[in-house]
Nanobody, 126 residues
C-alpha cells in the first residue's frame, strides 16, 4: 500500500526558509515507478501544483510562482522527497501535500494523482 507522510511545516518569517519532507512507503523511489508532486492549498482556494518530479527520467516542473525559490530533491536511501523553500512570501502560506502517481510528463495537475499524504501546514508571516 502506497503511503506518504509529510513533515517539516511550521511558522516562518517572510524571507526565511523551510524544508518539507515526504516519506514514502509501499514503493521504492529507486524503482522510478512513481511521479512525485508537491501541492499546496490556501484557505478558500483550489489546490495547486508547486513542483513535481516525473518518473522515467526525472524531469521537474515548477509553478511560475515558485521559480527560483523552491527546489525538489530526493534521497533514495531514505525513500524521501524534499521540497526546499527559500525566500518565502506570505502568499506561500497554506497546507502542503505530497502526492504520487504513475503518470509521466507534465505533473502539476492535482487531479491526476491517486495517492496523497495528510499535509503539513506552512505559515509565512510578513
Amino acid at each position: 500500500e502506497v503511503q506518504l507522510v509529510e513533515s517539516g511545516g511550521g511558522l516562518v518569517q517572510a524571507g526565511g526558509s523551510l524544508r518539507l519532507s515526504c516519506a514514502a512507503s509501499g514503493f521504492s523511489l529507486e524503482d522510478d515507478r512513481y511521479t512525485i508532486g508537491w501541492f499546496r492549498q490556501a484557505p478558500g482556494r483550489k489546490r495547486e501544483g508547486v513542483l513535481c518530479i516525473s518518473r522515467g527520467g526525472g524531469a521537474t516542473f515548477d509553478a511560475d510562482s515558485v521559480k527560483g525559490r523552491f527546489t525538489i530533491s530526493s534521497d533514495n536511501a531514505k525513500n524521501t522527497v524534499y521540497l526546499q523553500m527559500d525566500n518565502l512570501k506570505s502568499e506561500d502560506t497554506g497546507t502542503y501535500y505530497c502526492a504520487a502517481d504513475g503518470l509521466v510528463g507534465s505533473c502539476l495537475w492535482p487531479e491526476l494523482y491517486d495517492y496523497w499524504g495528510q499535509g503539513t501546514q506552512v505559515t509565512v508571516s510578513s
